[in-house]
């Protein structure tokens, strides 16, 4: 049997480091901040973590708008305060992967100060600008994901210029050799380093239609339901051009060329659900250095009908060799907790860490955080700044790790920035480690039993159907085989099955009698 790679072998973590630990006081979290939490990752059972954006950038969304790719910013730290995390993460044997913008620069970025200075520029063509229309307005309907057009006039050399996100992040043309062959390089500078690994933004923008023809209205949109004009539109000629796999191939060929990195894309579907969408990126790439996130999770209802339907027939279409890395949430979606409920965050554990594939944990998941209220005048998150009151802001899921009740939880001795949960001086690190009962336990417990398992990690996968109420499945690895019940209500159910050893339950429970409680989730085995 080939070598498995290290991602079949790994539960990854990601940290969005402006919330994790501020080791400068300064109310930011930090690179040295991850480095000092190493150990808490070690004794949780993580394998790798993801790094959102360290490196050096105005911060309009909030290190998404790059401005140099090579270094990292003030705020965070140094390069060598990176080169000195990389280190202590590899010696205890966790692998880092960091977060690669391919789309867009900030319009900070010394190509874009050089692009927009004139006309003819050598680096004009290294962004997309285009001549107003004859009365003056932007070349086409294409919408920005923040809100408003998609263009922005530049005064200066009275041309629009393209940003698919805010107009502080122009979209680099990747149509332009020259501009793969400079983002190759930044690659290369982080795999050169020693990363193991990246994940690769919004990748949905990297190629557009070349006549920029305007996007044909979405035929669904409700717009009583929100504001959100981004969604008036089916996005047929703004994203997923024909280049896209051409381009991803770009960066992929860096990260083959060393040993053993892997590259994890983030593209949503512009239908949710809509697994030809992933699939092409298993079939265009090459699935030993690349998989997408699996984000179904994130719009799917708290129910064992919909989870068993869309993780069945996901897993019906991946062939061998291909990894699913299910995306339960992100520094972009409301939290675990309160998209399901706080009831429902040990089953949703237990079907994470026994899924096939790689499983993700964004931080803060492992103890039940939820989303916190930000008042206005605390509000950071440009998409709610553009947006106000629609619930689109993305501050609530970003608010900094509760570590203990100390005052700001621990996070920083400074005033933080983002406000911090109110529940903190009862929802915290410290005090969940003390509870043999609490979510962070079942996440440790959980994590040591899979690292143990070999039927986990690289077993097959068959779906059971015992309950409408219950999502079931099997794995299976040599002889091996594990039933997982998942209940998803909030009421007692039978169940009828052969396999009667308890190994794992969520709850108290000791010995499996045939039933499961409201919200449990078990391990059985058929074994005497
Ligand atoms: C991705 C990131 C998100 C960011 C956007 C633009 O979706 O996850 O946080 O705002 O890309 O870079």
Redesign the pocket.
């Known amino acids: 049997m080939s070598k498995q790679h290290w991602i079949h072998d790994t539960v990854l973590y990601q940290i969005y480091p402006r919330s994790f630990y501020d080791s400068d006081d300064n109310g930011v979290g930090d690179l040295n901040g991850i480095a000092a939490k190493l150990d808490y990752l070690v004794e949780l059972g993580i394998g790798a973590i993801w790094i959102?954006p360290f490196y050096p950038s105005p911060m309009a969304?909030?290190g998404?708008?790059v401005s140099n790719y090579q270094d990292v910013d003030p705020v965070f730290g140094t390069l060598d305060d990176f080169r000195a995390l990389k280190d202590q993460a590899h010696s205890r044997g966790i692998k880092v992967i960091v977060?690669f913008?391919p789309?867009?620069t900030s319009d900070e970025h010394p190509w874009f100060i050089e692009s927009r200075a004139s006309r003819d520029s050598p680096k004009r063509d290294w962004y997309t600008w285009h001549e107003p229309q004859p009365d003056g307005t932007p070349p086409n309907n294409w919408q920005s994901?923040?809100g408003g057009s998609a263009w922005q006039l530049d005064k200066g050399t009275n041309q629009y210029y393209l940003h698919?996100?805010?107009a502080k992040?122009p979209d680099l043309n990747w149509d332009n050799p020259e501009v793969r062959s400079a983002m190759a390089d930044n690659v290369r500078f982080w795999l050169e380093m020693g990363v193991d690994g990246i994940r690769v933004?919004?990748v949905n923008w990297l190629s557009k239609d070349e006549q920029l023809r305007d996007n044909p209205p979405n035929p669904d949109y409700e717009p009583a339901e929100g504001v959100d004009p981004y969604n008036a539109q089916i996005h047929t000629y703004s994203a997923m051009g024909s280049h896209i796999f051409d381009y991803l191939n770009v960066l992929q060929d860096v990260v083959k060329s060393y040993d053993d990195r892997f590259m994890i894309i983030?593209s949503?579907p512009d239908h949710p659900g809509d697994h030809s969408h992933y699939l092409s990126f298993y079939h265009n790439l090459d699935q030993t250095v690349t998989a997408p996130f699996n984000f179904d999770a994130i719009g799917l209802p708290w129910s064992a009908q919909a989870f068993r339907s869309s993780i069945g027939s996901y897993m019906e279409k991946l062939r061998p060799g291909d990894t699913a890395i299910y995306s339960m949430g992100?520094?972009?979606q409301h939290r675990l907790a309160t998209r399901f409920g706080q009831e429902s965050c040990r089953t949703a554990a237990m079907m994470l860490l026994t899924l096939p594939g790689t499983p993700i944990i964004y931080y803060g998941d492992e103890i039940g955080m939820h989303d916190t209220h930000i008042p206005p005048e605390f509000v950071q998150d440009p998409?709610e700044k553009n947006n106000p009151g629609h619930n689109l802001g993305?501050d609530p899921e970003r608010t900094p790790m509760q570590w203990s009740d100390a005052p700001h939880a621990g996070f920083t001795t400074a005033e933080p920035w983002l406000p911090i949960s109110g529940d903190y001086t009862t929802n915290n690190v410290v005090r969940d480690l003390q509870n043999p009962r609490s979510l962070l336990t079942l996440y440790r417990e959980l994590l040591q039993f899979r690292s143990t398992s070999d039927v986990l990690r690289y077993g097959n996968f068959e779906l059971l159907d015992h309950h409408e109420d219950v999502f079931a499945y099997k794995r299976m690895y040599k002889e091996k085989i594990l039933t997982i019940l998942l209940n998803f209500s909030g009421n007692d159910v039978d169940v009828d099955i052969s396999a009667q050893n308890l190994v794992f339950s969520t709850l108290e429970t000791t010995e499996f009698g045939g039933s499961l409680k409201p919200h449990e989730a078990v391990i059985l085995t058929s074994d005497n």
Do not use: C, I, K
Request: net charge negative.
């Open positions: 959102s969304d909030f998404y708008d977060d913008v789309n867009h994901l923040f698919s996100f805010l992040q933004d919004a983030e949503y992100n520094h972009d998409f993305r």
